[in-house]
């Protein structure tokens, strides 16, 4: 059975640089309130390993250090139905999108939006990209492999490796 599952509200400072959008958070991170709370999600330590933010801290700590180097946080999907955590098992009639370009407005520094794998990615095409084309001439649009734990064809070294990318927007 497929149940309603609501993303969290965006996490960002008006001096952000850059976006990462991931789908929806899975069922570990929405019982914690938490992006990324799954203890084998690599996002935290990517984090870690690229903006010197300690994954032992204090999830509110992390999230304020995040921000102030220059990340937001969000989800391309609002609201859908899903079994589990699995984005393959979201129900494809059920997306509703959050309203992304209101917080671009919002962030005019932003310059890159960093997709956390390939459902994020796609989603932002069908549902946001569809109705505001320009955003693909206003912003870098990249397309990250997924930190979760069920991507497991990734080594996570060439994960980490396509991750760097998003530090030349931090500059």
């Not at 958070?25 to 019982?31: F, R």
């Not at 990340?71 to 984005?87: F, H, Q």
Request: proline share 4%.
């Amino acid at each position: 059975m497929k149940h309603q599952k609501t993303s969290f509200t965006y996490k960002a400072k008006l001096n952000a640089k850059i976006l990462i959008l991931g789908s929806m958070p899975g069922d570990v991170s929405i019982a914690a309130v938490q992006y990324y709370a799954h203890p084998r999600n690599l996002f935290w330590n990517f984090m870690q390993q690229l903006l010197g933010i300690p994954r032992e801290l204090d999830y509110a700590e992390r999230l304020e250090l995040l921000q102030d180097k220059g990340v937001a946080l969000w989800d391309v999907l609002g609201v859908c139905k899903r079994s589990g955590s699995l984005d393959s098992n979201i129900e494809a009639g059920s997306e509703q999108a959050n309203d992304i370009p209101a917080l671009l407005q919002q962030c005019s520094n932003i310059k890159a939006i960093c997709f956390n794998g390939q459902k994020a990615y796609a989603s932002f095409k069908r549902h946001i990209l569809k109705q505001n084309p320009e955003l693909e001439e206003q912003y870098d649009l990249i397309s990250l492999p997924s930190t979760s734990p069920a991507n497991a064809s990734v080594s996570v070294e060439d994960k980490l490796n396509a991750w760097k990318q998003m530090l030349g927007y931090l500059e």
